[in-house]
């Protein structure tokens, strides 16, 4: 039983890594109004959101059989409170950080009626201070990390991921943004 829990911690860490990538691209796109072949702007909007709530769901199933799981000897309070853990504090506490920044982009977004949409445009930036911390929480603490084929996983997320952000700083992203509104 301990097998299968610790089994399932660490392929739901990699999943929910996985589904937080795609949704900071699948941001980007959506804050771009560009649709994608045979995915209408529609479209896009509807698979990001979906993509963050099962991103946010596989981080739930993450820190829960980790924290069943007697090998990782982990507390509650390891979830919320971070670099207090016994084994590894710095890398597991970045998972903590990556977590608390998590529960923040939720409870933003469930309370967005009565924060405001100021409040709620802090969403993107805690998501973008929150996934390079998940990266290197998945690089330090985790048991597959010398592995090929997580290597290949994580390299291809940060590839996605910084692709995404350049060309959200890029001053094509810029134009096409000004040119859409323009003809709005
Ligand atoms: C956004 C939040 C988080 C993400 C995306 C995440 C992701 C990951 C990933 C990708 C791994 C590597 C799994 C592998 O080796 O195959 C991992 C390992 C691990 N994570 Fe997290 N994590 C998060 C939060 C947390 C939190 C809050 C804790 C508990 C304090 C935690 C505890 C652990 C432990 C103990 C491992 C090592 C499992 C092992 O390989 O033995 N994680 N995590």
Do not use: K
């Not at 084994?87 to 990556?98: H, K, S």
């Not at 939720?106 to 969403?123: C, D, K, N, P, Q």
Request: glycine fraction near 8%.
């Amino acid at each position: 039983m301990d097998e299968v829990l610790w089994a399932i911690g660490r392929a739901s860490g990699v999943t929910a890594l996985v589904l937080l990538s795609t949704s900071v691209v699948l941001g980007v796109l959506t804050r771009s109004g560009r649709p994608l072949p045979g995915l209408p702007r529609f479209a896009i909007v509807l698979v990001h959101r979906d993509v963050a709530l099962a991103a946010t769901a596989f981080v739930g199933l993450h820190v829960l059989t980790l924290l069943f799981d007697p090998l990782a000897q982990l507390s509650v309070t390891d979830l919320v409170v971070p670099f207090m853990g016994e084994f590894r504090p710095l890398w597991q506490g970045l998972g903590t950080v990556a977590f608390d920044l998590l529960l923040a982009v939720v409870i933003t977004a469930l309370l967005r009626h009565r924060l405001g949409l100021r409040t709620y445009r802090a969403v993107p930036w805690l998501v973008y201070a929150m996934w390079p911390v998940a990266v290197l929480h998945g690089i330090g603490n985790g048991t597959d990390a010398g592995t090929g084929w997580f290597l290949v996983v994580t390299a291809v997320s940060v590839a996605a991921v910084a692709g995404a952000v350049w060309w959200r700083l890029s001053r094509w992203f810029a134009e096409s943004s000004r040119s859409r509104q323009a003809v709005r």
